[in-house]
């Protein structure tokens, strides 16, 4: 591992050589020639970086605001810095955090659960109720569930808006169950919600849901639920770089985030992301743009997608104008993954990103193509941290490899692995480590970033100019998050999982 390591460094070093001023008379960036310069050894190098930050700590993860996370942030800061083609700064700002400690036994029996962060904390002895249809409106919820912990299927809206409907109807506390395989983690958005208060709320997984239902349909069946919640005001950053040469009124943006869930070190969600972003930034050293590039690390994306939102709310219109299209790249590397492009022309699933984000779609399908790699669509429904951008009229799209969604037969024919085993079977777990890499992934993708960006670098003809008026609707939106229960196959990013349904 010692020898593995090493040269792991030395590889990644060759990147970060400085280039001091004058990179005009660099030769233009080439979208056929910056691919060939991301290589295997620094994609991993970089990771394994990410995971020694998390191990280096009892926590053993990258949660915003953790020593680990400062960690990731200060290193990615310096090795942009250091190569004296960037602009670089890191944007502060505070944000809630929060965890919580948690037991459920239901008649004698212990029974795994998730708080969802921002949860109140709670110790309750309670008869289990089960809620109508989907606990969506304040009709599902039975008369007499005052002092009892609600029973509730995920699905069709918010976790935010059954906890509140469940304190609505007097609940103690409340439990959702997955409508898939496998456990469940999930957020309410934010410590507060304009829908009301919240009732304690924690995730179990479709099994357990269902043999609980059972049990209730047979008596009485009776539950503890105990939530030490806490949470606290963190200062954290987003590191923004963009290029000191190409037109600073035509910008590339791209970008990821940098923190992991509370469960482990995140080298998929979004370690790969991050890191080759970083790879490519420091390959593009070498060239020069026409078009300024910037490349953009996100903060707290797991708990609600606060870095990137910050950072485009901060933005007056003449400076978001100035951004003609962002990239997102949120998990490349899934071990048993699909090769995923936004769906940015809705031909999919019926939602269109602002104009030019078909063309994105476009360009990512050419190059999968060029190269004989076969790939799908993935909903683009602002699940990630392109969200804030798509918002404010400016294109985007992406790639993405899937989360805890199961591999269909079809998707098995067409990118190996195995059928019946879900993409990333680590997703949002201790294992989301260097172990579960995929390797051959993680290389298509970030050599895909770098044709992306080299191709806008040089020229952003097939973007249409931004019309400030056509922004996606907040509403249209919002219904596309209700639409599906989740699938991640369907999906845009490891967020989506965490506060839909």
């Known amino acids: 591992m010692v020898t593995m390591k090493l040269l792991y460094l030395t590889s990644f070093a060759s990147l970060a050589v400085a280039n001091g001023p004058g990179w005009d008379w660099k030769p233009r960036v080439h979208p056929k020639v910056l691919p060939q ?21 009892p926590e053993r993860n990258r949660v915003f605001g953790g020593r680990a ?51 109140p904390s709670v110790n309750a002895t309670a008869p289990l109720a089960v809620v109508n249809n989907l606990g969506c409106v304040e009709a599902d919820y039975p008369a007499d569930l005052t002092g009892k912990i609600a029973l509730i299927s995920r699905g069709e809206c918010t976790f935010a808006t059954k906890s509140v409907l469940s304190a609505k109807a007097g609940a103690a506390a409340a439990l959702v169950y997955n409508n898939i395989e496998g456990s469940m983690a999930g957020t309410l958005g934010g410590a507060t919600s304009e829908l009301g208060a919240y009732a304690p709320i924690a995730g179990i997984s479709l099994a357990d849901g269902q043999a609980l239902i059972q049990m209730i349909q047979a008596g009485t069946v009776t539950a503890n639920l105990w939530i030490d919640s806490q949470v606290e005001n963190r200062t954290t950053y987003n590191v923004i770089a963009q290029t000191k040469g190409g037109d600073p009124n035509n910008v590339v943006a791209l ?74 790249f949120d998990m490349i590397a899934s071990p048993n993954y699909a090769l995923m492009i936004y769906d940015g022309d809705g031909s999919a699933f019926n939602l269109t990103g602002p104009a030019g984000s078909a063309q994105i779609e476009r360009l990512f399908e050419d190059y999968y193509t060029s190269i004989r790699k076969p790939f799908v669509p993935t909903e683009f429904n602002g699940r990630s941290d392109y969200q804030a951008f798509i918002l404010n009229g400016i294109p985007a799209g992406g790639l993405f490899t899937g989360a805890e ?20 079977a680590n997703y949002h777990a201790k294992g989301d480590n260097m172990t579960n890499l995929n390797r051959e992934a993680f290389l298509i993708n970030s050599r ?54």
């Open 37 to 57: 310069m991301i290589h295997l050894w620094d994609l991993l190098q970089g990771a394994q970086q990410l995971e020694d930050f998390a191990y280096a700590y």
């Open 69 to 119: 996370h400062e960690d990731t942030v200060n290193y990615l800061y310096r090795e942009l810095k250091k190569t004296g083609y960037y602009d670089v700064y890191k944007q502060p700002q505070v944000h809630q955090w929060t965890r919580a400690d948690q037991a459920l036994t239901v008649d004698g029996q212990s029974y795994d659960a998730t708080t969802m962060t921002y949860s």
């Open 255 to 328: 970008g990821g985030h940098t923190d992991s869930v509370e469960a482990g070190p995140g080298i998929n969600d979004d370690g790969s992301g991050i890191i080759s972003n970083l790879v490519v930034a420091k390959a593009l050293t070498r060239f020069s743009v026409k078009n300024a590039v910037r490349f953009c690390f996100w903060t707290a994306e797991e708990f609600g997608l606060l870095g990137s939102n910050y950072y485009v709310n901060s933005l007056n219109a003449t400076e978001q104008a100035k951004i003609r299209l962002y990239l997102n």
């Open 405 to 424: 969604a199961i591999k269909t037969e079809e998707q098995a024919q067409l990118f190996g692995g195995q059928a019946g085993v879900a993409l990333d």
């Open 448 to 501: 895909a970033t770098a044709f992306a960006v080299a191709t806008y670098a040089n020229s952003l003809d097939s973007i249409p100019p931004r019309n400030m008026t056509t922004v996606v609707k907040r509403s249209q939106l919002e219904q596309a998050m209700k639409r599906t229960p989740h699938t991640h196959t369907g999906g845009t990013g490891c967020y989506k999982d965490r506060v839909e349904q």
